[in-house]
């Protein structure tokens, strides 16, 4: 899928009525409904199947927004891999992210020799995983990419490239499919954007 591809999935369909009376009138619009999702989630699968012949793979999720891709995510992966998790977190109660990541939870799993495969919801600001990728990097892994499901192409800190990206986001508060405002929204089978 090309970029202008990925950006013109965004759907301009308003949010469904009875959602919007259900969570407090506070979504503005679905910007990726559960089939485009999917959809993309399989083109995804198949890419990193194809991405890594050989060699072993550990899916590395950050928690806790990428938790529902993630699962979605490695059921399309055909090939052998390891699951684990690191906790981070950098926007607390806003809406804007803080800058301050924490690392709140390490992977037990070694990660030397191995591809790592980092599992995002949204790459933002960039920040949570400049901080990561060299948190990560001085363990010699054999590897390390980036995967995202959302990336608003707006992080300036951000040095690595991100190999697989499921959607170009438009730079607004997405909540949904892992995506939460303080907390809330993350169990949407969709992406909506905040009013
Ligand atoms: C959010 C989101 C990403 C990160 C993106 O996590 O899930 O991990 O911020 O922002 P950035 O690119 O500006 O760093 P958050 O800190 O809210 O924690 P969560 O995953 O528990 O929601």
Redo the contacts with the bound molecule.
């Keep these: 899928m090309t970029a202008d591809q990925r950006a013109d999935a965004s759907s301009l369909a308003p949010a469904d009525p009875l959602d919007s009376r259900l969570l407090g009138r506070a979504v503005k619009r679905i910007a990726y409904d559960r089939e485009t999702i999917a959809r993309r989630v399989r083109e995804m699968g198949a890419e990193i199947t194809a991405a890594y012949p050989d060699g072993d793979l550990l899916v590395l999720g950050?928690?806790?927004?990428?938790f529902i891709f993630l699962a979605d995510l490695v059921r399309e992966i055909q090939r052998p891999l390891h699951v684990d998790f690191l906790?981070?977190?950098?926007?607390?109660a806003g809406t804007v992210?803080s800058?301050n990541?924490r690392l709140v939870y390490d992977p037990e799993t070694k990660l030397e020799g191995k591809h790592i495969l980092l599992v995002?919801?949204?790459?933002?600001?960039?920040?949570?995983?400049s901080t990561l990728i060299e948190l990560l990097s001085a363990r010699n892994p054999a590897s390390i990419e980036i995967c995202a499901l959302l990336h608003k192409h707006i992080?300036t800190e951000?040095h690595h490239p991100t190999k697989f990206i499921g959607f170009d986001a438009p730079n607004e508060f997405l909540v949904g499919y892992?995506?939460?405002h303080a907390e809330n929204f993350?169990h949407l089978p969709y992406v909506a954007s905040l009013q």
């Design positions: 950050l928690l806790k927004g990428s906790v981070a977190s950098s926007y607390g992210s800058g990541v995002e919801d949204i790459v933002d600001t960039g920040r949570t995983l992080a951000l892992g995506l939460d993350r």
